[in-house]
């Protein structure tokens, strides 16, 4: 409901996972913000077998991929939001025009090969282009975004869209200037010290 409340999906698009023990929860395949219920559900383990009854997203290869990988997340999120998906259209990364790219764990959220969805070969692609990010650009399909919670993977996924629009409108009225390595890097020390009160000056 969240998701469609924010204009982040439209319709049985998207899905979204959170580890539950060794497996995870997922939403179920064609599922709506008006048809999902807690009941639907479906607990899956890292293979994708499913426990119990349902059936689990058809992208549920690259949430069990990201999940057993990253002991730093806890939640995905797949959405199909229209200023990040006509991103990853035009399989552009969303480079550092921004300071707030640095929160996504680098210099850029990577646009990640294209592949057929519900596929194990999207799966292999969207891990690669997540490594060391907490984000990413899936081509011609829409954005994967993780987070240490499924409220954090929420807040993620508002910014990250509100990023790729704010830059398809700087690319619509010129070049944006691109901050360098170092200005990222000094930005990437200022988040390791945000809200400690301990920011460098």
């Known amino acids: ?10 319709g049985a698009t998207g899905n979204v996972s959170v580890r539950q023990g060794d ?15 807690e009941s639907r559900i479906v607990r899956i383990d890292m293979d994708g077998v499913v426990a119990g009854d349902g059936i689990a997203s058809s992208e549920w290869a ?31 990364p969303l480079p550092a025009f921004h300071y707030m790219i640095a929160s996504f764990g680098g210099n850029d959220v990577r646009c990640s090969d294209y592949a057929p969805f519900g596929s194990n070969a999207l799966a292999r ?11 990413c650009l899936l081509a011609n399909h829409g954005v994967i975004v993780a987070g240490r919670s499924p409220d954090h993977a929420m807040q993620s996924a508002i910014k990250l869209e509100t990023l790729a629009r704010q830059y398809i409108l ?32």
């Open 62 to 92: 690259f949430h069990t991929g990201i999940l057993a990988h990253r002991t730093d997340v806890n939640a995905v999120i797949h959405c199909h939001p229209d200023a990040g998906t006509a991103l990853s259209c035009l399989r552009r």
């Open 125 to 135: 692609a969207a891990l690669r282009a997540m490594e060391g990010r907490t984000a």
């Open 23 to 37: 497996g995870l929860l997922i939403t179920p395949t064609g599922a709506t913000a008006a048809t999902i219920t």
């Open 1 to 10: 409901m969240a998701l469609t409340d924010h204009g982040l999906n439209q």
């Open 170 to 201: 700087a690319c619509q009225a010129g070049d944006p200037v691109i901050l360098g390595d170092a200005e990222m890097a000094d930005v990437q020390a200022r988040y390791r010290h945000y809200g400690t009160g301990a920011m460098p000056r």
